[in-house]
């Protein structure tokens, strides 16, 4: 009886963390944080407006909510998770492109500033 038990719980032991890994998306919440990090850092240097950051921002929830949708049913699948990783390279994308356009708030006063002229 003692070794069925023990065989038991061994065998829960093994099997809750691929249960977990189902679920489990790393790769895509490390890059969701490092995302994150450069709109903070853009808002900080100026080189993002309040405008651009919050569009910037309502695309990571939006990237967020496709996360929770998938996790929804216990299971993350090679499908859905190659679906926010696009998603995420679209973001990234545009992170990129706001951060780099002539708009800056340098000054944080939340209009857009000009660098100064050559």
Do not use: C, F, W
Not at 31 to 60: F, H, N, P, W, Y
Not at 65 to 87: F, S, Y
């Amino acid at each position: 009886m003692k070794l069925n038990t023990i065989i038991a719980v061994l065998a829960a032991a093994v099997a809750m963390p691929v249960l977990a890994q189902n679920t489990a998306t790393p790769n895509i919440d490390k890059r969701e944080a490092m995302q994150q990090k450069r709109i903070d850092q853009g808002v900080q240097s100026g080189q993002l407006t309040q405008k651009e950051a919050a569009r910037l921002e309502k695309g990571q929830d939006r990237i967020k909510n496709m996360e929770a949708k998938a996790k929804a049913d216990g299971k993350v699948t090679p499908k859905e998770r190659e679906h926010i990783e696009h998603a995420q390279n679209q973001e990234s994308r545009k992170i990129y492109r706001e951060k780099h356009d002539k708009q800056h708030d340098l000054n944080h006063d939340g209009k857009k500033d000009h660098p100064p002229k050559k």
